[in-house]
Every structure is written in C-alpha cells, then in structure tokens.
C-alpha cells in the first residue's frame, strides 16, 4: 500500500475493537505503509480503546517506523460508564493527535481544530504550515477568536 492506496481496518469484534494481530501481519507484508490511523474515542456510539490496547498500537507503529494520527475529536464524551481520561501519548515521536473544538467545546459549526506532535519533528510542522497556507479555505477569524476564547475558559 502506498501512494494514494488505504487500508481500512474495520472493528474485528462485536464491541469494534480492532484486531491488534492483523495490523502487525499487514505492517510487515506491507513495508510501504507510512501511517495508521485511529479514532479514539469512536463517533459516540462507538468505542473507547483501552490504554493498553493504544499503547500496543502505538509500539506496532514505533517498530514498524510508521506514523500514528490519533483522532481525538470526541474527547470528551462520556460512555455509561461515565468519562474516561483519553490515553494521549506526547513523548512519542511519531503519534500525531488530532483534536477539534466543534466536539470538545460545543463549537459545532466553527470547523476549528488542532493538532499535537512531539517537539522534535520541527520539519514536520513547517511542511504542514506550508501546505496550510497554500489552502485558500480555512477558518473564519471568528471561529479562531472563539477557540482562544475557549482554550482561555477551560473545560
């Protein structure tokens, strides 16, 4: 898999948890791929991956050199089991989380969002600046005012 092809993994149990072994085969017949994706948690009527099951993920994409995007849109939604800290992992040098203030902050509609990465992959961060500022949509000034406004009030 490469250039513009995915792989898409799908839930694998009957409470969607992702099959750990089947991501390790696919990295190692699959040396071309650069970048797993994982939303976590799921849409809120999806799943909440364990800390333990990430962390196995995040070592897989470690060993097999290969990028990790965490989708974290819906931190903060709680299960029936009440909210569980989301399992982020900052001092990883290849996992990219991935946030947005529509969820997190009630923000729906201000299409604003945020992204965390460790602070060695300086490049990285000035490669997507550039693509950035070749797009000619982004968000409104506005919704950029209300984000500073709810990183200022908190959660």
């Given at each position: 898999?490469?250039g513009d092809?995915s792989v898409?993994v799908?839930p694998?149990?009957?409470?969607?948890?992702?099959n750990?072994?089947?991501l390790k085969?696919?990295?190692?017949?699959?040396?071309?791929?650069?970048m797993v994706?994982?939303?976590?948690?799921?849409?809120p009527t999806?799943?909440?991956?364990?800390?333990?099951?990430?962390?196995s993920?995040v070592?897989?994409?470690?060993?097999?050199?290969?990028?990790?995007?965490l989708?974290?849109?819906?931190?903060y939604f709680?299960?029936p089991t009440?909210?569980?800290p989301?399992?982020?992992?900052?001092?990883?040098e290849?996992?990219?989380h991935i946030?947005?203030?529509?969820?997190s902050?009630?923000?729906a509609g201000y299409?604003?969002?945020?992204?965390?990465?460790h602070?060695?992959?300086?490049?990285v961060w000035?490669?997507m600046?550039?693509v950035?500022?070749t797009l000619?949509?982004?968000p409104?000034?506005?919704?950029?005012?209300?984000?500073i406004?709810?990183?200022?009030?908190g959660?």
């Amino acid at each position: 898999c490469h250039g513009d092809s995915s792989v898409i993994v799908g839930p694998t149990t009957e409470h969607g948890i992702p099959n750990v072994e089947w991501l390790k085969t696919t990295l190692q017949e699959n040396p071309k791929i650069d970048m797993v994706t994982v939303v976590n948690p799921g849409n809120p009527t999806g799943v909440s991956l364990s800390k333990d099951l990430l962390q196995s993920i995040v070592d897989l994409c470690r060993e097999y050199n290969v990028w990790l995007i965490l989708d974290c849109t819906y931190e903060y939604f709680t299960t029936p089991t009440g909210h569980q800290p989301l399992a982020t992992f900052p001092d990883e040098e290849h996992v990219i989380h991935i946030f947005s203030f529509s969820k997190s902050y009630a923000m729906a509609g201000y299409r604003c969002g945020y992204l965390v990465m460790h602070p060695s992959h300086t490049e990285v961060w000035q490669n997507m600046l550039k693509v950035q500022d070749t797009l000619p949509i982004g968000p409104p000034r506005i919704s950029q005012w209300a984000a500073i406004g709810a990183l200022q009030a908190g959660s």
